[in-house]
């Protein structure tokens, strides 16, 4: 049982460089998330889809792009890499309302 | 604005005694409430919740404390376990909002 699996696992870009994290549940849960940790800031959220065919606005959303692919797969993107973005992503998926999340394992990105 | 605030980066318990980790939210509309640990290199995985109905939850080793006119909640562990060292994180939603709000953790220290 996979869960949530998220890749790439690390990623190094330069400044400007764009790139994808993927992410993909099979829990068949509704919602689904994008967050960053940071050292001290905690987990802060990126995007949320509540259900496939939607997406909405976090906390942290500037820089970033979104896609509910279908129920299983959420991807992240960044169009214009800053070094600002080097965190470690978090992706998790949840059943209806007030279920919890499960987390992936994480990609560590690093922009130089 | 944080919305939901733990403001102890870190605590040292003994082991065999009781860990009490604490957490204080703003937002009044936030009906449930989650714990999560986390280990390093991993993503967080849930732990136990609390619905804004209730004030107590417990499972096993944990015990989460809610208390709504005060906006806190606490988790309680005992007894404390050398495995318990991780950070947790409090986490509280609106019931028809899909949208899950972290703290920024308290890293958990149990002493042989």
């Known amino acids: 049982n996979a869960g949530v699996t998220q890749t790439p696992k690390f990623q190094v870009l330069k400044t400007g460089q764009s790139m994808t994290l993927q992410c993909a549940q099979d829990?068949?849960?509704?919602?689904m998330y994008w967050y960053r940790q940071d050292p001290g800031m905690g987990l802060r959220l990126i995007y949320y889809?509540?259900?496939?065919?939607?997406?909405d606005k976090g906390e942290v959303p500037n820089g970033y792009n979104v896609s509910r692919l279908n129920k299983r797969e959420f991807s992240l993107r960044l169009e214009s890499a800053a070094p600002s973005q080097t965190s470690v992503y978090f992706c998790a998926s949840g059943g209806a309302g007030n279920s919890p999340l499960h987390f992936g394992n994480g990609t560590r990105l690093t922009v130089t | 604005d944080q919305q939901v605030k733990q403001n102890s980066p870190s605590l040292s318990v003994q082991e065999g005694r009781i860990s009490i980790l604490n957490c204080d939210y703003t937002?009044?509309?936030?009906?449930?409430f989650l714990w999560y640990k986390k280990y390093p290199a991993e993503g967080p995985t849930f732990l136990i919740s609390i619905s804004s109905i209730k004030d107590k939850n417990e499972d096993g080793r944990f015990t989460v404390f809610l208390n709504k006119s005060a906006k806190h909640l606490s988790l309680h562990i005992v007894p404390s376990q050398p495995g318990d060292s991780a950070v947790y994180f409090c986490a509280a939603s609106e019931n028809r909002d899909d949208k899950i709000i972290f703290g920024k953790g308290t890293r958990l220290h149990i002493l042989p």
């Open positions: 829990m068949n849960h509704n919602s």
């Open positions: 937002n009044s509309m936030f009906d449930y």
């Open positions: 889809s509540a259900s496939e065919g939607t997406t």
